[in-house]
């Protein structure tokens, strides 16, 4: 079965401390993997595709890394503003039309 | 600008009422979705449509009902057969061809039940 899993499911970190989020997923065959922010009462806002192991991707101070079994979203230097929630989904070569989601990761960055 | 538009953001329904929640999008994109979305839980798909006039169930589709009469727009009716619709809703489009496999999200539509 197809399966999203993130974590941690919350993460404090002081301005400037960098860190990483993590998105492991099992998939019978791997269409894609996206990457969305979403602020609180708000629908996600798209971040990054990624579609083979080894690709990379940057926004600012965010860069996400795919792996054959898990995807890395690294917030460098964080600044309050990039406080959200951060989800994961998948895309299985399986079926054209369905996206797997995880639970997310909440972020909050102190100033 | 083109975008994905829900509306109402906000929304009351009373015990034994049908609800018609709206989605509009100008992005030319062919296929569509509705997704529910509960605290804790990641997004679960209710309906999806890959064009015109035709769509399918989702992992939790029963209670609810959609349309698609026009590219643009994908209202989904949450009936009183949905015991608990208390929930975030998201309406999200896709074009159809790689590589643009990603999805937009609208900015979504709270349902509370009174």
């Known amino acids: 079965e197809d399966q999203v899993t993130q974590s941690p499911e919350a993460l404090r970190l002081q301005e400037g401390e960098s860190s990483s989020l993590n998105c492991s997923y099992t998939?019978?065959?791997?269409?894609?993997l996206f990457w969305y922010r979403q602020d609180p009462g708000k629908g996600p806002e798209f971040l990054f595709t990624?579609?083979?192991a080894g690709e990379e991707k940057e926004k600012e101070r965010l860069k996400a890394t795919l792996t054959k079994k898990e995807s890395f979203l690294h917030i460098t230097a964080p600044k309050p503003e990039d406080s959200a929630t951060y989800l994961c989904a998948v895309q299985s070569t399986s079926g054209t039309y369905k996206y797997i989601f995880g639970t997310g990761t909440r972020l909050k960055v102190l100033a | 600008d083109g975008g994905i538009t829900q509306s109402p953001k906000y929304l009351f329904r009373k015990e034994g009422q049908n609800v018609t929640l709206s989605c509009e999008q100008n992005l030319n994109h062919d296929a569509m979705y509705w997704y529910r979305q509960d605290p804790g839980q990641g997004l679960r798909l209710i309906y999806y449509?890959?064009?015109?006039?035709?769509?399918q169930k989702g992992d939790i589709a029963e209670g609810y009902s959609v349309s698609r009469e026009k590219k643009e727009s994908f209202p989904l009716t949450v009936t009183s057969a949905q015991k608990n619709p208390t929930a975030f809703y998201l309406c999200?489009?896709?074009?159809?061809?790689?590589?643009?496999?990603?999805?937009?999200f609208g900015p979504g539509t709270r349902l509370t039940v009174l």
């Open positions: 999200a489009s896709r074009y159809e061809g790689r590589p643009y496999n990603e999805q937009f």
């Open positions: 998939v019978s065959g791997l269409r894609g």
């Open positions: 990624l579609y083979s």
């Open positions: 449509s890959q064009i015109v006039n035709d769509f």
